[in-house]
């Protein structure tokens, strides 16, 4: 009898030991969605609205996500987050990827690993109708203001101008709306919504100052099967005009 139990005890330790290897992903099953890290305010490649592609957000972005989780056989789902948490939480394994119009740098390939690209944007300024801003310069003696996180922050910084940062893009351009400040500098897309979203401002580029920037997907450092998965999703969309499609919508929505 004592050797009986003595082999039932060992025969349930070794089914809890292969419980718990599976639970902690050692021959677990592949998980059914893939989750995409964002922050929705940063339209027309993300954003807020009710009945969007993905639950309550859709955008250029959104639309490239739902695409690529539909051609791996899983669910995208949305976290929505502050942009500079972003990498965190895809380091920390809180979402499988990050999405967010986000510009590839050489600074973010030293902790994460990025697709191919799948949009090539540029800085530019927002500002009122009747300002006397006309290149990047002129910006020198004028409050400026950027979104925390963003491009437009570091090109600012490295200009050596003063600024004043904040969290959504909505905010910067209501403090420009309402003459708290001179000039919002901006991803060119997102500067192109907001200008046909407000009436009394425009759209100021300066080639010689803002470099074309690309924008990519971010994955975990390593994770060569899923790079090589949404590499392959981008391509396609990109080679039947899906994304250029995309982008004409969405900039074109009201």
Avoid: H, W
């Avoid at 349930?12 to 059914?32: D, H, K, Q, R, Y």
């Avoid at 540029?122 to 491009?151: L, N």
């Avoid at 420009?176 to 407000?198: E, F």
Wanted: charged residues 25%; contains cysteine; negative net charge.
């Amino acid at each position: 009898m004592k050797k009986l139990k003595k082999v039932l005890v060992a025969a349930v330790a070794a089914v809890v030991m292969m419980t718990s290897l599976t639970a902690c992903g050692g021959g677990a099953a592949e998980s059914s969605s893939i989750v995409f890290g964002t922050n929705a305010e940063f339209p027309p490649f993300e954003f807020v609205t009710s009945g969007g592609t993905i639950g309550d957000y859709d955008g250029i972005d959104i639309a490239i996500a739902k695409q690529i989780g539909d051609e791996m056989g899983k669910e995208a789902q949305i976290n929505n987050m502050e942009f500079d948490s972003l990498l965190i939480a895809l380091q920390n394994g809180q979402v499988d990827a990050v999405i967010a119009g986000m510009t590839v740098t050489d600074e973010r390939k030293e902790s994460v690993d990025f697709s191919i690209p799948y949009y090539t944007a540029t800085q530019v300024m927002i500002v009122k109708d009747d300002s006397d801003i006309t290149k990047a310069s002129d910006m020198e003696d004028k409050k400026i203001v950027v979104i925390q996180g963003y491009t437009g922050e570091t090109v600012v910084k490295e200009m050596g101008y003063s600024y004043e940062s904040f969290k959504k893009g909505t905010e910067a351009v209501l403090e420009l709306v309402n003459g708290k400040c001179d000039v919002v500098v901006i991803d060119s897309a997102t500067a192109s919504k907001y200008v046909k979203d407000n009436e009394g401002i425009k759209i100021v580029e300066d080639a010689s100052a803002f470099e074309a920037e690309e924008y990519a997907i971010a994955v975990k450092k390593g994770n060569t099967e899923l790079l090589n998965q949404i590499n392959s999703s981008i391509q396609k969309m990109l080679d039947d005009g899906t994304i250029s499609t995309l982008s004409v919508k969405y900039l074109d929505e009201e």
